[in-house]
């Protein structure tokens, strides 16, 4: 069969893949691996039964699936807290802050509505590392004595804990946000009630786009994979800036008052900047993936601060931030991690942020922006050819003559598909031009010798 998970819980065509039999399935393995029923729990000060919260993005699915996955945390004997629509990063935060032993979040983030997710986060609201992923599948379907009586799990509602997280992301501010007019774009999904509410609190003047979710158009047309939608609105209503978050909100992109993108490089430069320049920048560094843009790295090196590379995920950046102590990272894509104020990327969090800095300096989304420059990058993804060979000697020695023609203005990178069988050659250059050119090339070099 594989293995079930994938880089961000297991997700499937929902009903087909994911069935309700598998959720349940999970949610039984779950709670024998990360329960424990010898806790204390301080948020009701005693030992006694593991806690699970739960919530879900919008999805028609994820009705079907939050039963199986209540069903199957309660006959294992598991109290739940069912937290309803939330987003992702939401689930997170309460786990740790109601003290929760696990946490279970239903979505497939910025995928089409067929699809879902099942994500578990384990004490202290992080995501499973792969030794304990790999634990749950292996108990799959395992032999186990089912609780009676007093000692299955009980099942309540905790839909009012939605506004501990809009509390808790509010006291995070360093600056309101008074005046400042914004559209969000909640892309049909798990953020469509509490974005707005945050931002309206904060005193921001809202208007809103993809807030009206009906179980199928999550991501349709809308969020942060698609972008027009918001760029229309912010130009349309002379808004100051436009921010979008994907289905389930653990990400965020942002457009200027002019409908320019501003992606997650752009976002992280300029908040790394600003951390730093009130010392709250751990060790002067900032962690991001391979994939970031090299005029990110250039950005942050003439600003005198240190950058860590990561493999592409924000699970490895979290990794890295937490093993040398850092506390500001994230990627390309706009999951971007606070680690003093999350436990895993948040797109609300970042966007109250950054509109708090455009807010305090009296400047310009496109001018805190401009603090770097984009180099074109072009990404051609090569199919059907045998990923084991992306470390062949002919395909290196082309690599390393298209990188000594690119100089320091370009850098190249070849990364097989995780999940795929497809090599994605990555470009950046001096020009879109000659981005493109180097990069096909690459690519047909590996169609060549990893055929």
Avoid at 71 to 79: E, K, N, P
Avoid at 406 to 413: A, I, P
Wanted: with cysteine; charged share 20%; aromatic share 4%.
């Amino acid at each position: 069969m594989g293995r079930l998970f994938g880089t961000d819980g297991v997700r499937g065509v929902a009903g087909r893949d994911l069935t309700a039999e598998l959720a349940m399935d999970l949610s039984v393995a779950a709670a024998h691996v990360l329960g424990d029923a010898g806790a204390f729990h301080a948020s009701v000060g005693r030992r006694g039964r593991p806690i699970a919260v739960v919530g879900r993005d919008p999805r028609a699915s994820g009705e079907f699936l939050e039963a199986s996955v209540v069903a199957g945390l309660a006959s294992s004997g598991v109290d739940v807290l069912r937290l309803g629509v939330l987003p992702t990063p939401a689930v997170a935060y309460l786990t740790s802050a109601l003290g929760a032993d696990l946490g279970v979040m239903l979505s497939a983030s910025h995928n089409p509505a067929p699809d879902n997710g099942v994500k578990f986060f384990t004490r202290g609201g992080y995501k499973l590392p792969d030794a304990v992923e790999n634990e749950i599948e292996q108990r799959l379907g395992e032999k186990w004595d089912r609780p009676v009586g007093p000692s299955v799990g009980r099942v309540r509602e905790a839909y009012g804990e939605a506004d501990r997280y809009v509390s808790h992301l509010l006291s995070t501010l360093p600056h309101r946000l008074d005046g400042l007019r914004v559209v969000v774009d909640c892309a049909h999904g798990a953020a469509h009630m509490v974005a707005p509410e945050a931002l309206l609190r904060s005193g921001a003047v809202v208007e809103t786009i993809g807030a009206t979710p009906d179980g199928l158009n999550i991501n349709e047309g809308v969020g942060s994979t698609h972008l027009g939608a918001l760029k229309a609105a912010v130009i349309e209503r002379g808004a100051d800036l436009g921010v979008a978050y994907d289905g389930d909100a653990d990400r965020c992109l942002a457009v200027t008052a002019d409908g320019d993108e501003v992606d997650g490089d752009q976002i992280m430069a300029i908040l790394a900047l600003a951390m730093h320049a009130d010392g709250r920048l751990a060790e002067d560094t900032v962690v991001a993936t391979v994939m970031s843009n090299l005029g990110f790295k250039i950005a942050i090196r003439n600003a005198g601060l240190n950058m860590v590379e990561t493999a592409v995920g924000d699970r490895y950046v979290l990794e890295a931030m937490k093993q040398s102590g850092f506390n500001f990272g994230g990627e390309q894509s706009g999951h971007v991690i606070m680690l003093d104020h999350a436990t895993t990327g948040d797109g609300l969090l970042t966007s109250l942020h950054l509109m708090a800095e455009v807010a305090r300096s009296k400047r310009s989304l496109a001018e805190l922006a401009s603090v770097m420059t984009k180099l074109p990058q072009v990404l051609v993804n090569v199919r059907d050819v045998d990923k084991a060979k992306a470390s062949a000697p002919e395909l290196l020695a082309a690599v390393a003559k298209a990188e000594a023609d690119l100089g320091d203005t370009g850098r190249v990178l070849i990364r097989p598909s995780g999940t795929e069988p497809m090599i994605r050659v990555m470009v950046e250059a001096e020009s879109h031009d000659q981005a493109s050119s180097v990069a096909h090339r690459l690519a047909d070099v590996v169609r060549t010798v990893c055929a």
